[in-house]
């Protein structure tokens, strides 16, 4: 495809090594539009844009797209909290901000076999299980994602898998494909969010955990999935790896 942003043609890629896209600023898993000739990179959200946009969480917003934030104070997406640094969709009525994956968020997310879901939600209706609160990010309540489940109360801001994820980029553990190197963030997500669930049911039981920490996978691979696009296969193999290790 051609993109107005860049001189050369872009190329469809299918999801592969994470990667910051040069248009939003933000970090990608997904399918990616690249260039052949420089490493010029955008999320399939930021290449394929709309110039005017809605979202059911604004009714009374109507978005339009922008190569960057309009006017010179720092803009924060009213969907994760996180800086605008780059693409951005924004309603000049009402002032809110959303980046072009944030905008583009499932409603919903379920497992294959229909036994875990969660859905998007605008607002924090109990504490996130990850920062243990419903407190702001950047003055923006941000959103989540909250199970609907009667057996498990899973609540996860946008924001703090994406902090989660964004830390651990940093610190390198992307840097190749070895499996070792996903374990971290995983392990991280998943034993937290299994001990939070069996704790909730006031049980230590053996095979309570090992119940809880099968939900923990699949939570996690359904809200890293609606975030971040399909895992690559390298995380789709280290995660039901890890069921069976539990």
């Not at 104070?73 to 009213?78: G, V």
């Not at 990850?130 to 996860?156: A, F, I, L, M, P």
Request: with cysteine; hydrophobic share 30%.
């Amino acid at each position: 495809m051609d993109h107005p942003n860049h001189s050369h043609p872009l190329h469809l890629n299918p999801p592969g090594a994470p990667y910051k896209c040069n248009g939003c600023k933000e970090l990608g898993f997904g399918p990616s539009y690249g260039c052949e000739i420089c490493n010029y990179i955008l999320h399939e959200e930021c290449a394929n844009v709309d110039r005017l946009a809605f979202h059911r969480f604004f009714p009374k917003s109507h978005f339009e797209f922008f190569e960057k934030a309009p006017g010179y104070r720092t803009r924060y997406c009213d969907a994760c909290g996180k800086d605008v640094l780059g693409f951005v969709y924004h309603c000049s009525q009402t002032g809110f901000d959303l980046h072009p994956c944030c905008l583009k968020l499932k409603d919903s997310v379920c497992d294959k076999d229909g036994c875990v879901t969660l859905k998007l939600s605008q607002k924090v209706p109990r504490k996130c299980l990850k920062c243990k609160s419903r407190n702001v990010v950047n003055k923006v309540k941000g959103w989540s994602y909250v199970s609907c489940n009667e057996d498990n109360n899973s609540c996860y801001h946008v924001s703090c898998v994406k902090e989660l994820i964004l830390e651990n980029w940093k610190r390198g553990y992307f840097s190749t494909q070895e499996q070792n190197n996903y374990s971290v963030i995983h392990h991280e997500m998943i034993e937290y969010e299994s001990r939070q669930l069996a704790l909730t049911r006031s049980s230590r039981r053996l095979g309570t955990i090992k119940k809880y920490t099968k939900i923990a996978v699949v939570i996690f691979k359904l809200i890293f999935s609606a975030i971040f696009g399909n895992p690559i296969s390298a995380i789709a193999t280290l995660v039901e790896a890890l069921v069976q290790d539990y």
